[in-house]
C-alpha cells in the first residue's frame, strides 16, 4: 500500500478539481445540447472514479504489490 497510497490521493485530487470546475460551468449549459450531454458524462465518470477510489482505500488493495 506504500505506492498505492500517493496515487489514489493524486486521482481523488484530480477527480475532485473536475468535479468542481464542472460545478461551476454546469449552470451555464443549456440541456440538449452537446456540452451538456459531455458534462454530464464526465461528471458520471468521475463520481464513478471516486467510488473506486474509495473502495481501493477501504479494503487497502495495493494494486502496485504485483508488478
Do not use: H, W
Amino acid at each position: 500500500m506504500d505506492r498505492t497510497r500517493p496515487v489514489l490521493k493524486f486521482v481523488f485530487g484530480i477527480n475532485v478539481l473536475f468535479l468542481i470546475l464542472l460545478g461551476f460551468s454546469y449552470p451555464y449549459l443549456e440541456p440538449g445540447t452537446g456540452s451538456y450531454v459531455a458534462a454530464t458524462m464526465t461528471a458520471a465518470l468521475c463520481l464513478f472514479m471516486l467510488a473506486l477510489v474509495a473502495i481501493l482505500t477501504y479494503f487497502q488493495i495495493d494494486v502496485f504489490d504485483q508488478f
